[in-house]
């Protein structure tokens, strides 16, 4: 099976809610994690990433944690607005090559007005 | 830039016909991908190119084949389409090898009825 997956399939939120989208790993040997957004008829698009040597990052609204201990990965999006409506998945990588990126299934973020 | 462009967008084929999925890029990127994306699903590597003249299997080749003649496109062949092929295919590409972010076509809808 697919060693990165994701809890929840869909997640409702209010505007102006925080987001908080999960992602679990069962390769302890990856060392570096992409979080990706895609919209209804869009191609995937990079959010932001993290290394292995990193317990958190942040961007712009969004910040990733990951836990090495558990193998766990979230996504926080803060505020979130209508435009974050999409499809959010993870992706782990072991050798450094986008050749051996395995992606997850995706959660549906639908932000409600 | 307009990125990475990908043709048709929606396609119906029949058991057993033929068809290519165009793919082109005007960033000047070596890296070049092709996935497919199965519904609830992650996306699964079916050839990469690293440049020009080069080409290898990803995850899932079987009943693929690809070819890059030019650095800007790479297109896709279905030889015998069979109904395993539906899904939404998505080309992507980069500068190198390592894991600079991957840009994503619109990605083509395929249906094998």
Known sequence: GESVGLHLPTLSVQEGDNSIINCAYSNSASDYFIWYKQE???????????????DKRQ??????????????????????????????????????????????KGTLLTVNP | NAGVTQT????????????????????????????RQDPGMGLKLIYYSVGAGITDKGEVPNGYNVSRSTTEDFPLRLELAAPSQTSVYFCASTWGQGLEKLFFGSGTQLSVL
């Open chain 2, 8 to 35: 048709p967008k929606f396609r119906i084929l029949k058991i057993g016909q033929s068809m290519t999925l165009q793919c082109t890029q005007d960033m000047n990127h070596n890296y070049m991908y092709w996935y």
């Open chain 1, 40 to 54: 209804s008829g869009k191609g995937p698009q990079f959010i932001i990433d993290i290394r292995s040597n990193m």
């Open chain 1, 59 to 104: 961007g712009q609204r969004v910040t990733v944690l990951l836990n090495k201990t558990v193998k766990h990965l979230s996504l926080q999006i803060a505020a979130t607005q209508p435009g974050d409506s999409a499809v959010y998945f993870c992706a782990e990588n072991l050798d450094g090559s986008n050749y051996k990126l395995t992606f997850g």
